[in-house]
């Protein structure tokens, strides 16, 4: 390494896809009817948010969404509320896919690494004589993902009915499939997914959970 190398200044050309996001966000905050938008949002051009999704989403300050991000809410009819809401500083890693028929919830500082799923449905399969795609979905129930969670990347979370939460300040490792709730502080791995570490407030440290 030289004396005199210097960290390298941003490639000019990064900066075009940089204001193409920020005309995306600020285009779809005004013309989409989100159930809710605050400020300082990022969204990057190439996410995928249906318009006609978007009253079923509520987006809040500080949210962050990076490349390749899909957003579905699946629309009943019925309800005005949201299906999908981001808590204020949430930030959603390329390639996620987070899809709602009831209610999923992300609390204020939810990270996602890249690739995560969160489903809180499933598609039918129960008519082995019928293609899997023209039998619908299941009912599903509702997620809740707590304030400070990290869900790692190409984690899974997938309701099939009732409410599946975890708790705030919890982390999800790589790979993981989650269906069913974990309390606060937990850290959680595997397929299934199980409570490997508790944070233990006492001693300040993530102590082993023996089986």
């Known amino acids: 390494m030289r004396g005199n190398d210097q960290i390298p200044t941003a490639d000019i050309f990064s900066l ?9 966000t600020r285009w779809i905050q005004k013309s989409y009817p989100f159930a809710g938008f605050g400020r300082g949002v990022s969204i990057h051009y190439s996410c995928d948010i249906s318009r006609r999704h978007a009253p079923g989403i509520d987006v809040g300050d ?15 009819g019925n309800s005005l509320n949201p299906k999908i809401v981001l808590g204020a500083g949430c930030e959603i890693g390329r390639r996620s896919t987070i899809s709602s028929k009831n209610l999923i919830v992300l609390q204020e500082d939810v990270l996602l690494a890249p690739s995560v799923l969160i489903m809180d449905h499933n ?3 129960s008519d082995v004589e019928r293609p899997i795609r023209k039998q619908g979905i299941t009912p599903g129930g509702t997620v809740i993902i707590g304030k400070n969670c990290w869900l790692g990347s190409s984690s899974v979370v997938l309701c099939g009915r009732g409410q599946l939460m975890i708790g705030r300040n919890s ?3 790589a790979n993981s499939v989650v269906t069913s709730s974990f309390p606060p502080y937990s850290l959680i791995a595997g397929n299934p997914a199980r409570l490997l570490k508790s944070y233990d407030s006492q001693s300040k440290e993530w102590v082993k959970v023996h089986a």
């Open 62 to 76: 500080r949210v962050y969404l990076a490349r390749d991000v899909w957003l579905n809410a699946l629309p009943d």
């Open 123 to 125: 598609h039918e399969f």
């Open 16 to 24: 075009i896809p940089r204001a193409m996001s920020w005309a995306h």
């Open 171 to 173: 982390v999800i490792g």
